[in-house]
């Protein structure tokens, strides 16, 4: 799966993965960034030997909602605005990530359809947007 493209690159990095954040900052000094474990920033990260540790990078792995709450206060402005989310169902608007729900139907029939694609957009229908033929995946 898709796990082993993180663990090719990550070869020779020290990573820490299932890590929870609370909050993030960049410092200033060096451009590093330390990572806490609660929102009061009382309770950081640490390497192995228990000391404290910044980083050079940090890859979030979450929703856009979370992601943009840890950026907020970490005074990295153009990466925070990136980040703005909404939950709707309407275009959001100007440069704004917009969540939405997405429901899947798959079923199965007795023979094939014999359809001309793989998978196709849907024009002109307000609750369907995409279908696609699972099997020719295969």
């Not at 309770?43 to 992601?67: I, Q, R």
């Not at 990530?97 to 793989?118: A, K, T």
């Amino acid at each position: 799966g898709m796990g082993g493209l993180t663990q090719h690159l990550a070869k020779g990095v020290r990573t820490m993965t299932d890590t929870w954040v609370a909050k993030v900052e960049r410092r200033d000094t060096d451009g590093k960034w330390r990572l806490y474990r609660d929102n009061g920033r009382r309770n950081p990260l640490s390497s192995c030997d228990g000391g404290m540790e910044d980083f050079d990078h940090v890859v979030v792995a979450h929703n856009g909602k979370c992601a943009e709450r840890l950026m907020r206060d970490a005074e990295v402005d153009k990466i925070h605005r990136m980040l703005r989310t909404k939950f709707a169902c309407t275009a959001p608007p100007g440069a704004m990530m917009q969540l939405s729900s997405m429901w899947v139907l798959i079923f199965v029939v007795q023979e094939p359809l014999q359809v001309p694609f793989e998978g196709a957009f849907v024009k002109g229908e307000e609750d369907l947007c995409w279908v696609a033929d699972n099997t020719a995946k295969l």
